[in-house]
Each structure stands twice: as structure tokens, then as C-alpha cells.
Nanobody, 115 residues
Framework: QVQLKESGGGLVQAGGSLRLSCAASGNIFNIMPMGWYRQAPGKQREWVAGISSRDYTNYAESVKGRFTISRDNAKNTVYLQMNSLKPEDTAVYLC?????????WGQGIQVTVSS
């Protein structure tokens, strides 16, 4: 069983920055692939960024060049640095990991970007 908890959300003006954190329980974080997803009102949940246990990263086209995912295995934490935020980035952001056979999700945190 893995527990994930996001923090760092809030309200920011367009063009601003926020850094989200996701802290994981347990002692196997270093082998866990981690991802960030988001869900805006009335829309489907979408994948935003991912980082492997070996620090390979990839991003959705909509955030490439603006968002950076990273991890600190000593702190059992994955981060999402979000720069040049746009109103369309407004959503609940969730972190997720997969440990066979299950997916584990955080509860989510609100990010609101005002125009």
C-alpha cells in the first residue's frame, strides 16, 4: 500500500509559477515511476508529465517547455515546477504511481490560474 499526498497548489496570475510536491509513504520510492495528471471541471483527466525510477522524463505537448518534473528519492517526493502558467492550466492536479498490479493516486490539489 502506498499513500501519496500533494501540496503546493493555489491561485496564481497568468504568467506566474507554482511548484507542486507529492510525498509518498513507504521505503521503495526510489523504484516507483511517478506521474502528474490533471482534471479540469467538465473534462477528462489528462496525463501531464512522468518520471521513471531512472529519472527519464516526458511531458504532454501542452506543457512541454513550461513544466518540469523531478524527484528527490531521499525525501520520497516528486515535484512539478510549473512556469508561464496559463488560465487553461487551471485544474485539480494529482500524482500517481503504479506498483503491480495497482495504481495509487493522491487526493489532488487545486491549481487556479487567473487571467
Amino acid at each position: 500500500q502506498v499513500q501519496l499526498k500533494e501540496s503546493g497548489g493555489g491561485l496564481v496570475q497568468a504568467g506566474g509559477s507554482l511548484r507542486l510536491s507529492c510525498a509518498a509513504s513507504g521505503n521503495i520510492f526510489n523504484i516507483m515511476p511517478m506521474g502528474w495528471y490533471r482534471q479540469a471541471p467538465g473534462k477528462q483527466r489528462e496525463w501531464v508529465a512522468g518520471i521513471s525510477s531512472r529519472d527519464y522524463t516526458n511531458y504532454a505537448e501542452s506543457v512541454k517547455g513550461r513544466f518540469t518534473i523531478s524527484r528527490d528519492n531521499a525525501k520520497n517526493t516528486v515535484y512539478l515546477q510549473m512556469n508561464s502558467l496559463k488560465p487553461e492550466d487551471t485544474a485539480v492536479y494529482l500524482c500517481k504511481t503504479h506498483l503491480d498490479p495497482s495504481d495509487y493516486w493522491g487526493q489532488g490539489i487545486q491549481v487556479t490560474v487567473s487571467s
